[in-house]
């Protein structure tokens, strides 16, 4: 079983829509949780990082964090093309109890955002 | 502002050069990695240091050597480069500080292809 996975997509919405992007993981224990924007041919970006259960709003991006159900969900308002790339997830990996440093990333969802 | 550079953002090399990819952090930050991306990958963790001259295999060390002799430098070495190794290359720092996320913020990325 992977330990953070995602739909690779594409997920297609029209401009103006919401897009919802999620992910699953399987360390029960894990605290924190990142999601990145990927353009093609360019490097992640980090965009949001939610500790606590529940929603977690800046702009148009809201992450939502459901530890009992062990999934983070990444919802973006009013969509635009500029919007149009990979998100990634990803969650630290952890040695025991001791987070390792280091980040398990999930294949990514491809965005797409139709004018 | 968090800051990560790399030396080049694209670089051809022959089968068999010696290959060097610098990577610079200016925010003091302890940890950094290097990664390669490869499309239906993902992101693939090569080394991990998490400080000066300490260093750890990630997940395909294989081919690879890298150097921290400076907090702020992280060089990752191609020994005798395949073409196997044409890839996208990319640098993250993290700080350890108690009071932060610990993301990691990446760098632009260098597209390696080897001839």
């Known amino acids: 079983q992977k330990e953070v996975e995602q739909n690779s997509g594409p997920l297609s919405v029209p401009e103006g829509a919401i897009a919802s992007l999620n992910c699953t993981y399987s360390?029960?224990?894990?605290?924190?949780f990142f999601w990145y924007r990927q353009y093609s041919g360019k490097s992640p970006e980090l965009i949001m990082s939610?500790?606590?259960?529940g929603d977690k709003e800046d702009g148009r991006f809201t992450a939502q964090l459901n530890k009992a159900s062990q999934y983070v969900s990444l919802l973006i308002r009013d969509s635009q093309p500029s919007d149009s790339a990979t998100y990634l997830c990803?969650?630290?990996?952890?040695?025991?109890?001791?987070?390792?440093?280091?980040?398990?990333f999930g294949q990514g969802t491809t965005l797409q955002v139709k004018p | 502002d968090v800051k990560v550079t790399q030396s080049s953002r694209y670089l051809v090399k022959r089968t068999g050069e010696k290959v060097f990819l610098e990577c610079v952090q200016d925010?003091?930050?302890?940890?950094m990695f290097w990664y390669r991306q490869d499309p239906g990958l993902g992101l693939r963790l090569i080394y991990f240091?998490?400080?000066?001259?300490?260093?750890e295999k990630g997940d395909i060390p294989e081919g690879y050597s890298v150097s921290r002799e400076k907090k702020e430098r992280f060089s990752l070495i191609l020994e005798s480069a395949s073409t196997n190794q044409t890839s996208m290359y990319l640098c993250?720092?993290?700080?350890?500080?108690?009071?932060?996320?610990?993301?990691?913020?990446f760098g632009p990325g260098t597209r390696l292809t080897v001839l």
């Open positions: 939610i500790y606590s259960n």
């Open positions: 993250a720092s993290r700080t350890r500080r108690l009071d932060s996320y610990n993301e990691q913020f």
């Open positions: 990803a969650v630290p990996a952890r040695r025991g109890s001791s987070n390792t440093g280091k980040l398990i």
């Open positions: 360390d029960r224990g894990s605290q924190s």
């Open positions: 240091s998490y400080d000066v001259k300490m260093k």
């Open positions: 925010m003091d930050h302890e940890n």
